[in-house]
């Protein structure tokens, strides 16, 4: 082979290369803005198709912030249904389903609160203002993570609160804001 032939050769393998590298680039551009994307629209999408974003936020916490030891899973679990139990049974937020956002009046009676999509419902009632939202209930959201056993880390109490707050900012005004 002559030196033109392996100059031939050299430059369709760089083509080649050059492909390749085009090609593995573009598929990471394309997936990182698909990643984008999603979890941009994500809060968005997830109401309006009535998910539950308080318990998103309890999923992404024990998915980041929980340690891979059985026992840190344990407690972990633990406290998020005992933190869950107490939100469901709490006064405060049974006065609030039944006479802010249910009126009090016997033709819209409060369905019983029994998990977090019935919080998240709740919290996105018409009747519900934003010192409702902000205040009341989140002042409720602190105590109870306190109060949850095992316990919470100060960490986990932070992600949470912080977390629930963004996903309660999301919500539109009501006419009685």
Not at 103 to 114: L, R, V, Y
Not at 125 to 150: S, W
Request: aromatic letters at 8%; proline letters at 4%; hydrophobic letters at 40%.
């Amino acid at each position: 082979m002559g030196q033109i032939g392996e100059i031939g050769m050299l430059k369709k393998e760089f083509f080649q290369r050059g492909v390749m590298a085009l090609l593995i680039v573009s598929t990471f551009a394309v997936a990182g803005l698909t990643a984008v994307t999603v979890l941009s629209n994500s809060n968005a999408e997830a109401q309006e198709l009535g998910n539950d974003p308080i318990a998103g936020c309890l999923k992404s916490v024990g998915e980041m912030l929980v340690g891979k030891t059985v026992g840190d899973k344990q407690n972990w679990n633990e406290s998020r249904q005992n933190f869950v139990s107490l939100l469901t049974t709490d006064n405060t937020i049974k006065l609030m389903n039944q006479n802010i956002a249910h009126n009090g009046f016997p033709e819209d009676p409060a369905k019983p609160i029994t998990d977090t999509a019935g919080i998240w419902s709740m919290l996105k009632n018409g009747n519900m203002t934003q010192y409702d939202r902000f205040h009341l209930f989140l002042n409720e959201v602190i105590f109870k993570m306190a109060e949850a056993k095992p316990g919470f880390t100060q960490v986990q109490q932070n992600f949470i609160g912080r977390c629930i707050t963004e996903a309660a900012n999301t919500l539109q005004p009501t006419p009685i804001y």
